[in-house]
């Protein structure tokens, strides 16, 4: 069973403060790497996706994906009240289906 | 506005009743899936479909049905098989089927036994 784990947290982090969130994966032939914000009762929203090894920036947010270690990371910089969620990770499948395999995501508390 | 909808908002399900998830879309998109969350556990895929007319079962399809007979709309039936069906049922939709393909999700049909 392919399988993407996370910590499921809570992690907790003052606000202004750099959040990091983890997630491995176990299927080498995986492509694609999600990440998806949660809030409580809501639908997953995207935040941002990774195909290449390193990193990539978008505003606040920094994903950061290293294939040789089937690791995939998500930096939260200046962390604010309303980043608190449930963060999602998700790792394409090898096959050519689209199927994403999902963590049971970790929980960010920023604690004004 | 694009987007995709999910109704009802709240379904309640009596026992051995077959209940019915609506999902529709106007992003023209052609992939279409079902997932299932259980409160603290990540998302399960129940179905998808890459093209009308075509769906495949995910990992937990049993008790569940869906078609696909118009590209907008994707439909879930929760048949009275599924023993356990009470959680969050999310749909989804990308542009293609493919594994670099963006997924994007509808507000959720949250589904209680009575």
């Known amino acids: 069973q392919k399988e993407v784990e996370q910590n499921s947290g809570p992690l907790s982090v003052p606000e202004g403060a750099i959040a990091s969130l983890n997630c491995t994966y176990s299927d080498r032939g995986s492509q694609s790497f999600f990440w998806y914000r949660q809030y409580s009762g809501k639908s997953p929203e995207l935040i941002m996706f990774i195909y290449s090894n390193g990193d990539k920036e978008d505003g606040r947010f920094t994903a950061q994906l290293n294939k040789a270690s089937q690791y995939v990371s998500l930096l939260i910089r200046d962390s604010q009240p309303s980043d608190s969620a449930t963060y999602l990770c998700a790792a394409s499948g090898s096959s050519n289906t689209g199927k994403l395999i999902f963590g049971q995501g970790t929980t960010l508390q920023v604690k004004p | 506005d694009g987007g995709i909808t999910q109704s009802p908002k709240y379904l309640f399900r009596k026992e051995g009743q077959n209940v019915t998830l609506s999902c529709e879309q106007n992003l023209n998109h052609d992939a279409m899936y079902w997932y299932r969350q259980d409160p603290g556990q990540g998302l399960r895929l129940i179905y998808y479909?890459?093209?009308?007319?075509?769906?495949q079962k995910g990992d937990i399809a049993e008790g569940y049905s869906v078609s696909r007979e118009k590209k907008e709309s994707f439909p879930l039936t929760v048949t009275s098989a599924q023993k356990n069906p009470t959680a969050f049922y999310l749909c989804?939709?990308?542009?293609?089927?493919?594994?670099?393909?963006?997924?994007?999700f509808g507000p959720g049909t949250r589904l209680l036994v009575l």
């Open positions: 989804a939709s990308s542009r293609r089927g493919g594994p670099d393909e963006t997924q994007y």
């Open positions: 479909s890459q093209i009308v007319n075509d769906f």
